[in-house]
Nanobody, 114 residues
Framework: QVQLVESGGGLVQAGGSLRLSCTAS????????MGWYRRAPGKQRELVAS???????YYGDSVKGRFTIARDDAKNMVFLQMNSLKPEDTAVYYC????????WGKGTLVTVSS
């Protein structure tokens, strides 16, 4: 059974940083696409960052230069380092895994105050 559990969300001031982590069951991080999505209030879920084992990371335009996705395959973890946070980054952030079938974490809330 594949399970994704996010952590690291919280309240931060604009310009600050947070690091999100996702712990995945099993050893599948190198077998499919792993990434982060977010859903802001009143908005649809959007892709924040993702990568596959054979591709360079992809970032949404709104976070390029500020966010960095990373992984630790030995620990079955994926991370999202978020710097220079803006109030518009306020959202629930979801860990996502795709290998023909999609898996989602429950999400972790990030609130950026102005």
């Amino acid at each position: 059974q594949v399970q994704l559990v996010e952590s690291g969300g919280g309240l931060v001031q604009a310009g600050g940083s947070l690091r999100l982590s996702c712990t995945a069951s099993g050893g599948f991080l190198t077998m499919g696409m792993m990434g982060w999505y977010r859903r802001a209030p009143g908005k649809q879920r959007e892709l924040v960052a993702s990568f596959t084992s054979g591709d360079v990371p992809y970032y949404g335009d709104s976070v390029k230069g500020r966010f960095t996705i990373a992984r630790d395959d030995a620990k079955n973890m994926v991370f999202l380092q978020m710097n220079s946070l803006k109030p518009e980054d306020t959202a629930v952030y979801y860990c996502h895994y795709y290998t023909g079938v999609e898996y989602w974490g429950k999400g972790t809330l990030v609130t950026v105050s102005s």
